[in-house]
């Protein structure tokens, strides 16, 4: 039994690795793109959000799969999907909305995110991290009997 348990563990690291480096590489093709100011850009940081909230949803993985094995009805951990997530989905669309044509998209929307990326841009990486464990650990099985 601990042996798999060890396996299990292994293999999220491995994944985890695998997008980190993948994720990377995507980071490096999109700074490419933009200094040669290719149209590609937009989709690098289409994939650069989806790999960093992939690496949250396998952190949060073993949560799932736990409750996949429970009895009970599904149900959504609302305060946690609205107060972290939604916030965490704003952050991490940061580069999406400096990207936008609509002037209402970059003054209105984007204007408090203009603060937060004078002191650097490492936030949104963490922000796709957190985006990916809220979402999946946001559903779980309730039973009534317990």
């Not at 490419?32 to 992939?54: K, P, T």
């Not at 599904?74 to 044509?101: A, D, E, M, R």
């Not at 937060?116 to 009534?144: A, C, D, P």
């Amino acid at each position: 039994m601990k042996m798999k348990s060890w396996l299990k563990y292994l293999i999220y690291i491995i994944l985890i690795f695998f997008m980190i480096v993948l994720r990377e590489y995507v980071e490096k093709l999109y700074l490419d793109s933009y200094l040669r100011f290719e149209s590609a850009m937009f989709f690098y940081l289409v994939i650069n959000l989806l790999l960093g909230v992939c690496i949250g949803l396998i952190l949060g993985l073993e949560h799932l799969l736990s409750e996949f094995r429970k009895e009970g009805m599904w149900k959504i951990n609302f305060p946690k999907l609205i107060l972290v997530g939604l916030p965490s989905l704003y952050f991490s669309l940061t580069n999406i909305w400096f990207l936008g044509n609509s002037q209402f998209l970059r003054e209105i929307i984007s204007y408090p995110l203009h603060y937060f990326f004078r002191y650097g841009s490492s936030y949104i990486s963490l922000f796709q991290v957190i985006l990916g464990y809220v979402v999946i650990t946001g559903f779980f099985k309730y039973n009534e009997k317990i």
